[in-house]
């Protein structure tokens, strides 16, 4: 059965500092890996998406993730953090497009940024 | 959003009611799914349909139903709420199966 695994519930970084999520994944078969944005009372917001390819995802508002096979990770990163990164991260995997593929999720990571 | 309206978005009930939770979209997407938010537990899966009468069971099932009797319309029905199904409940929709989900702004359910 897929599973994922992100490590820590909260992680607090000073604006303009690398921003590092990690995720690690479990799958019987090749993965499809997402990561998610959920901002205070909303819905979750792809943020990036690996299916087959590259295996460094660029995303939206600079983040990307870089699939490591070896690993079995999927780790979100950024440059530089911004103020209004400040939101919870989930990482999911799927085992593929098929009918019956569905997405599990981690438990989120809560992205605190200082000023 | 994508077109998905969760409804309604606060209700608070008490323990032995029924309710139904009600998403509706307006994408013609063919597969529609119902998630619970919990602290500690992120999203988890409660049941999911693949077309128009057609439904299964995702990981945390027990204690609720689901009908879609029209594509654009997806219910959730708790039949006798508890306590434990307090939570934030999220309707999501894909065209195809794994396309990214897509998430309404979901509904906030206190059992008391």
């Known amino acids: 059965a897929q599973s994922v695994t992100q490590l820590g519930s909260h992680v607090s970084v000073s604006e303009g500092a690398l921003v590092l999520l990690r995720c690690n994944y479990s799958?019987?078969?090749?993965?499809?890996l997402f990561w998610y944005v959920q901002y205070p009372n909303q819905g979750l917001q792809l943020l990036l998406k690996y299916t087959t390819g590259a295996t460094l995802v660029k995303g939206i508002n600079g983040f990307e993730a870089e699939f490591k096979k070896s690993e079995t990770s999927f780790h979100l990163t950024k440059p530089s953090a911004h103020m209004s990164d400040a939101a919870e991260y989930f990482c999911a995997v799927s085992e593929g497009a098929g009918a019956n593929s569905k997405l599990t999720f981690g438990k989120g990571i809560t992205l605190s940024v200082r000023p | 959003d994508a077109g998905i309206t969760q409804s309604p978005r606060h209700k608070v009930t008490e323990t032995g009611t029924p309710v139904t939770l009600r998403c509706h979209q307006t994408?013609?997407?063919?597969?529609m799914y119902w998630y619970r938010q919990d602290p500690g537990h992120g999203l988890r899966l409660i049941h999911y349909?693949?077309?128009?009468?057609?439904?299964d069971k995702g990981e945390v099932s027990d204690g609720y139903s689901v009908s879609r009797s029209k594509t654009e319309d997806f219910l959730l029905t708790l039949e006798s709420a508890t306590s434990s199904q307090t939570s934030v409940y999220f309707c999501a929709i894909s065209d195809p199966v794994i396309s990214p989900l897509h998430f309404g702004n979901g509904t906030r359910l206190t059992v008391t």
């Open positions: 799958s019987s078969v090749p993965p499809y």
């Open positions: 994408e013609n997407h063919r597969y």
């Open positions: 349909s693949y077309g128009v009468k057609d439904t």
